[in-house]
Nanobody
Framework: QVLLVESGGGLVQAGGSLRLSCAAS????????MGWFRQAPGKEREFVAA????????YTADSVKGRFTISRDNAKNTVYLQMNSLEPEDTAVYYC??????????????????WGQGTQVTVSS
């Protein structure tokens, strides 16, 4: 069992930055692949980024590459999403997810086992 709680969302102007955090409970955290997804109103949930057991192993969607960075701190059971140069198109609810199989990076929400409740990010133009 993994419990995930996101924080750090809010309202920011275009060009600004936010850092999302996802605090995880459970002793299996360090063995999980952790991912961030987002879902805008009326759209499907979209993969943003994933990180392996170490922050040195990451996979980022082309739509945010160069602007968003995923990382993790296993000592704190926390995964982060640093978001820079935010655009109005980044407005969405952002979700943290855990993949317990942890064999490779996956983009489909169906492949993740646990989810947080989400945190709203709104970027104004």
């Amino acid at each position: 069992q993994v419990l995930l709680v996101e924080s750090g969302g809010g309202l920011v102007q275009a060009g600004g930055s936010l850092r999302l955090s996802c605090a995880a409970s459970g002793r299996t955290f360090s063995r999980c692949i952790m991912g961030w997804f987002r879902q805008a109103p009326g759209k499907e949930r979209e993969f943003v980024a994933a990180v392996g057991w170490s922050s040195g192993f990451t996979y980022t969607a082309d739509s945010v590459k160069g602007r968003f960075t995923i990382s993790r701190d296993n000592a704190k059971n926390t995964v982060y999403l640093q978001m820079n140069s935010l655009e109005p198109e980044d407005t969405a609810v952002y979700y943290c997810a855990a993949d317990l199989t942890a064999r490779d990076f996956k983009r489909s929400p169906r492949d993740y086992d646990y989810w947080g409740q989400g945190t709203q990010v709104t970027v104004s133009s």
